[in-house]
T-cell receptor
Framework: DTAVSQTPKYLVTQMGNDKSIKCEQN?????MYWYKQDSKKFLKIMFS???????INETVPNRFSPKSPDKAHLNLHINSLELGDSAVYFC???????????????FGPGTRLLVL | AQSVTQLGSHVSVSEGALVLLRCNYS??????LFWYVQYPNQGLQLLLK??????LVKGINGFEAEFKKSETSFHLTKPSAHMSDAAEYFC????????????FGSGTRLQVQP
């Protein structure tokens, strides 16, 4: 069973389109994250949710909007896609034992977004 | 603010040789440190982590790392490289400041030559 899953795995789309990436975890974790990995492999946090509440919102264009319908899901919706949005987007989750940052984050397989 | 510096974007070793991947961190509060591995077209997998218990941390696949506060380092080592170790390795830091997100280094690509 996949612990953290993402759909789709690959996404090719035109500039200006709106797209969504879905993430689900079956680990019973309370905290979920979105990271962006650029073409140089650099990873950066975008958002973090704890029990459906937004706790981190980095300097990300407001075209990106996370949505957490329940604590097992954290979806990423992107409006008006731009060429620079091309990247690999990783979802992750972790347990929330007293809000400790030492908890392991478990990553999904990534969604490779290519904007043409 | 926290940051991680990984010295050497590419490291090449021969099969059976020692692997040493360098990581230095900066943190104004006690850090938690992680090493993750990323195989081609896959997600990140935790190799090991330091959470203020033992300074020498053993992980999966024969890897280990030592936390050295005086040197602000957390270098990753493996005594004998295997072809299957070829991958991208990321060092990351976090702390109990409320963010709980990982701050990653720029990664080191490990090549293993036969």
């Amino acid at each position: 069973d996949t612990a953290v899953s993402q759909t789709p795995k690959y996404l090719v789309t035109q500039m200006g389109n709106d797209k969504s990436i879905k993430c689900e975890q079956n680990l019973g974790h309370d905290t979920m994250y979105w990271y962006k990995q650029d073409s140089k492999k650099f990873l950066k946090i975008m958002f973090s949710y704890n029990n459906k509440e937004l706790i981190i919102n980095e300097t990300v264009p407001n075209r990106f909007s996370p949505k957490s319908p329940d604590k097992a899901h954290l979806n990423l919706h992107i409006n008006s896609l731009e060429l620079g949005d091309s990247a690999v987007y990783f979802c992750a989750s972790s347990q929330d034992r007293g809000a400790r940052a030492s908890e392991t984050q478990y990553f999904g397989p990534g969604t490779r977004l290519l904007v043409l | 603010a926290q940051s991680v510096t990984q010295l050497g974007s590419h490291v090449s070793v021969s099969e059976g040789a020692l692997v040493l991947l360098r990581c230095n961190y900066s943190s104004s509060v006690p850090p938690y440190l992680f090493w993750y591995v990323q195989y081609p077209n896959q997600g990140l997998q935790l190799l090991l982590k330091y959470t203020s218990a033992a300074t020498l941390v053993k992980g999966i696949n024969g890897f280990e790392a030592e936390f050295k506060k005086s040197e602000t380092s957390f270098h990753l080592t493996k005594p004998s490289a295997h072809m299957s170790d070829a991958a991208e390795y990321f060092c990351a830091v976090s702390s109990d400041t409320g963010r709980r997100a990982l701050t990653f280094g720029s990664g080191t690509r490990l090549q293993v030559q036969p």
